[in-house]
C-alpha cells in the first residue's frame, strides 16, 4: 500500500505543487478498493493551507480523493478550487449536501457517481464541463440546474438518477451522449435546446414517466435506443431537420399514441417502434417511408402528407387495425405489400399522382369495400388486390396498360369490372376465384386473355372476347360454372388448356382462325349439347371435349382430319351422338379414332359446309331459320333446317 499525499493537514489529505495544493486521497492499493481515505462527517476544505511555513492556494479536488468515503456526509468546497476531479465523491454514499463554488469550472468523470443519498446539487454558472458518469447512480437526486457555458452532457452523465423529475438544460448545450439520462425514471418532461445536433444512443432509454419531449430543429440524427421503453411518452414530433432514427430508438414506447415524422427523414432502423402498442396515429411528412410500421396493428389512422413522394415495400403490411389512410397527392408510387394485411382498411383513394400500384400493395385487405384509383396509375401489380374480399367495386382508369397476376384474386365481392381501352394484357389469375362477378368488359385493346385470368367466377354467365385477343390461355375460364355463353372471335388462333373446362356452356363455336385447341379445354362442360369445329383446326389435344355429358352433335369442318387423342371425347356420350364432317372426308373420319366412335357421321356438301359456316357466325340469339342453302325462311320447314348455329331434323 502507497501513501498517495504530502502532507494531512486538519485531517485533509493534500499534494503540494509550487504554490498550490491539491486535496487528495490517503493510500493507495492494488486489491479493492483501490483508494483508502478515512473521510467522515462534515469536511470543510479551506482555501489555503500552509505547510512548512510556506502557504499553499488550494485549486482542486483531485481525482479519487473522497472515493468510497462512506461516512461521508457533507463537504464545503471554497472558493480557490477551480475543478472536481474525476470519481471525487464516488460511492459516498452518505453524501447529502455539497457546495460548489462560483470558481469550479469543470467537474471530472464519475465525479460524484453513486452518491447515492445526494438530493439536490447546485452547480455554479462558472461550470462548462461535466463529465462523464458525473452523478451516475445517484438515485436520490430529485433536481438540477444545469447552468449556461456547458457545452455538452456526456456520456451516462445523469443514469440511474431515478428520483430526478426536473431538470433544465441550457441553450449553450450542443451534444447530449450516450446513456446521458438513461434510467431516469421519474423524469416526466425534457426540453432539448436548439443548438443539439444528435441525440445519442440510450440518451434517454428507460425514462419509463417521460410524457414529453421537445426535439429542437437542429436535430439531424436520433440514434439507437434513444428513447427505448420511454412507456409514459404519449406523442413525438420528429422535426425536418432530422434525417435519421436508430434502431430501437423508440423501442418499447407503450404508451406512443402519436408520432409525426419530418420531411426529411430517409432512414429509420430496425424495431425502432417495436412494441408501441398503443400507436393509433401517424403523420408523414418525410419523401419516402420505408417498413418502419410493419404489422403494428394498433395504428389506426394514417396521414400521408404532401411531402412524401414514395411509400415502400411493406410500409403498412399486417396493421390490421388501420381504419382510415389519407394519401397525399404528390405519392408517384405505392410499394409491393405497402398495405397488405390491413384488414380493418375499408376504402382507398389513390390520387392521381400515383403511376404504379407495387405487388401484393393490398393484398388481403378483407374489409375494403371500395378503392378509387387515380387516373396517373398505368399498371397494377401482382396480387395489387388478391383477396381483397369484400371489395364490391372497382373503376379501373384509362391509363392502365396492364393488369398482373392475381391483381383481383379472390375479390369474391365483386360484382362487375370495366377494363379500360388501355389494357393490352390481363395477366394469370387476374380475377380469379371472383366468384361474385356476373359481368365484365374486355376491350380491345387486350391481346391475350392469361393463365388462369377468370378461373372460378362461378357468376359469370356470358363473356364476350374481342378481335383483338389472339390467345386465351390455360385455365383463363376454368370453373366458371355460370357460364352458358360465350363469344370467340375470329382473331384467336389458339385455345389453351382447361380455358373453358368445368363451365355450364350449352354449345360453343369456334372460330376458322383457330389452329389448335388444347387439353381439357371444354372437359366436364356437362350442359354443352353442340360444338362446331372449324376448317382451320390442325390438333385437338388430350381430354378437350371428354365429360361433355350432354353432347348431342359435333360439327367438324376440317377436310384434313385433326390430330387427336383417344382420350379427346372421353366420357361424352359419341356413340349416341351425330357427326357432320366434310363429304369428302366422311371416310377418314370413319377410320379414324376418336371420330369413328360417334354413333352417326353424317357427310355435309360443300354448299352445305358454307351453310353451317355463315350461319355459325350470323347472330344466332333473333331465331332466324335457314335452309341449307342459307336462305332465311320464316319458320321451320319439314325436313332439315338450321337455327341457332345448329342443324335440326323435322
Known sequence: MASAYDAKINGIYYNFSENEAKVTYQKYQ????????????????????????????????????????????????????????????CDCTSLTSVTIPESVTSIG??????????????????????????????????????????????????????SLTSITIPSSVTYIGPHAFSGCSSLTSITIPEGVTSIDYNAFSSCRSLTSITIPSSVTSIEDYAFIHCRSLTSITIPSSVTSIGDNAFFGCSGLISITIGDNVTSIGDNTFYGCSS??????????????????TSIKKIIIGDEVTSIGDNAFSGCSGLTSITIGDCVTGIGNSAFSGCSGLTSVTIPSSVTSIGYYAFCDC???????????????????????????????????????????????????????????????????????????????????????????????????IPSSVTYIDAYAFYDCSGLTSVTIPNSVTSIGGSAFSECSLTSVTIPNSVTSIGWNA??????????????????????????????TEVYCLAENVPKTKSSTFADSPIAFATLYVPESAIELYQATEPWSGFGTIVGLTQDELDTVESVKASDATKAKYFDLHGREMSKPQKGLYITAGRKFLS
Request: proline fraction near 3%; hydrophobic fraction near 30%; include cysteine.
Open 279 to 296: 400507436l393509433t396515429s401517424m403523420t408523414f411528412h418525410c419523401k419516402m417511408i420505408g417498413s418502419w410500421f410493419s404489422g403494428k
Open 109 to 162: 468523470s464519475g465525479a460524484f457517481s453513486y452518491c447515492t443519498s445526494l438530493t439536490s446539487i447546485s452547480i455554479p454558472s462558472s461550470v462548462t464541463r461535466i463529465g462523464y458518469n458525473a452523478f451516475y447512480g445517484c438515485s436520490n437526486l430529485t433536481n438540477i440546474t444545469i447552468p449556461e457555458g456547458v457545452s455538452g452532457i456526456g456520456s451516462s452523465t445523469f443514469f440511474g438518477c431515478s
Open 366 to 464: 378483407s374489409g375494403m369495400t371500395y378503392i378509387t384509383v387515380g387516373s396517373g396509375v398505368t399498371g397494377i401489380g401482382n396480387y395489387a388486390f388478391s383477396g381483397c374480399s369484400s371489395m364490391t367495386s372497382i373503376t379501373i382508369p384509362d391509363g392502365v396498360t396492364s393488369i398482373g397476376n392475381s391483381a383481383f384474386h379472390g375479390c369474391s365481392g365483386l360484382t362487375s369490372v370495366t377494363i379500360p381501352n388501355s389494357v393490352t394484357s390481363i395477366g394469370s389469375s387476374a380475377f380469379g376465384g371472383c366468384s361474385g362477378l356476373t359481368s365484365i368488359t374486355i376491350p380491345n385493346s387486350v391481346t391475350r386473355i392469361g393463365y388462369g385470368a377468370f378461373y372460378g367466377c362461378s357468376s359469370l354467365t356470358s363473356i364476350i
Open 30 to 89: 492494488d486489491s479493492s478498493p483501490n483508494y483508502i481515505s478515512d473521510y467522515s462527517g462534515s469536511v470543510v476544505i479551506p482555501a489555503s493551507v500552509t505547510y512548512n511555513g510556506k502557504t499553499y492556494s488550494v485549486i482542486s479536488i483531485s481525482d479519487n480523493a473522497f472515493r468510497d468515503c462512506s461516512g461521508l456526509t457533507s463537504v464545503t468546497i471554497p472558493n480557490s478550487v477551480t475543478s472536481i476531479g474525476g470519481g471525487a465523491f
Open 522 to 551: 371444354f372437359r366436364d362442360c356437362s350442359s354443352m349439347t353442340s360444338i362446331t369445329i372449324p376448317n382451320s383446326m390442325t390438333s385437338i389435344d388430350d381430354g378437350a371435349f371428354s365429360g361433355c355429358s350432354g353432347l
